[in-house]
């Protein structure tokens, strides 16, 4: 199984390290929007930075990159549809994310929707979804439509439910209070709620979560659930249609939520 380590940064930000198979001292980092607590955990662990993911532009994800390679010559990837502050090599869906000599390779898939050119990495029982996915929510739309964001999930869902999720943010007790109000008797979220509760209590992540698990407690997975879908008809006060209507509906609902 794929090692990975956690992060803190800013308030809620989890920078993703992936340990290599072939040697665990050797890490690749994800969407490094802060390069001092990198450089504090790869000192205090005695390990060696031997890439960068970026999953999109966004300067909480991309803030600490130039910092960490001014001595370092490392491989980094990053979106192709996205303007990012360093050179990359430039990934669309269906690229592969090569990094042979720590033994990793991630496919591409295009999820845009929080941003335009948004990227997920999926490899070795994972993915780094950035903030596109997140465990029991998704991004908000800042550059995208509900229709793209909907397909984008989509592709992570057809995922296998054992898929391990590392997203982005601490925000799962949040969006579980979210889910609880659009499916009050969804007893997977209710479960979900109280073990999240219990992590946070000891000061653990509630990540990674699993792709079958989000098919379980996520409403933004969920909006062809008759639930789901009476819930939006009942926010929105009128009848909805398609599955992106629903998700529109769910995503306002969201944005404006507080638990």
């Known amino acids: 199984m794929l090692k990975v380590s956690p992060v803190r940064a800013f308030s809620d930000n989890y920078i993703w390290l992936i340990h290599s198979p072939l040697d665990a001292r050797q890490v690749v980092a994800v969407d490094p929007g802060d ?38 010559h490392v491989p980094i990837f990053g979106p192709a549809g996205e303007r990012l502050p360093v050179p990359v090599h430039a990934l669309r869906e269906g690229d592969i994310a090569r990094l042979p000599s720590l033994g990793l390779e991630f496919e591409i898939l295009d999820v845009p929707g929080h941003t335009g050119g948004h990227i997920a990495y999926v490899g070795h029982g994972a993915v780094f979804c950035g903030d596109t996915l997140f465990s029991a929510g998704c991004g908000r739309l800042f550059e995208g439509t509900p229709e793209q964001m909907t397909r984008s999930l989509a592709k992570l869902a057809a995922l296998p439910d054992d898929t391990l999720v590392y997203c982005a943010h601490e925000y799962t007790l949040s969006n579980l209070a979210f889910a609880r109000a659009v499916e009050p008797e969804n007893e997977d979220t209710r479960a979900y ?21 989000e098919k379980n407690v996520n409403p933004f997975l969920r909006c062809d659930r008759q639930t789901v879908k009476q819930a939006a008809e009942a926010r929105a006060a009128r009848g909805l249609q398609s599955y992106a209507e629903v998700f529109a509906v769910i995503r306002e609902w969201k944005d404006g939520f507080i638990s």
């Open 35 to 72: 390069a001092r607590p990198v450089e504090e955990h790869l000192f205090a662990n005695n390990l060696q930075l031997g890439g960068v993911l970026i999953t999109h532009h966004h300067g909480d994800h991309v803030g600490g990159v130039a910092a960490l390679i001014r001595q370092r």
């Open 193 to 213: 709620l109280e073990e999240c509760r219990a992590r946070r209590a000891r000061n653990e992540p509630t990540l990674p979560s699993t792709i079958g698990r």
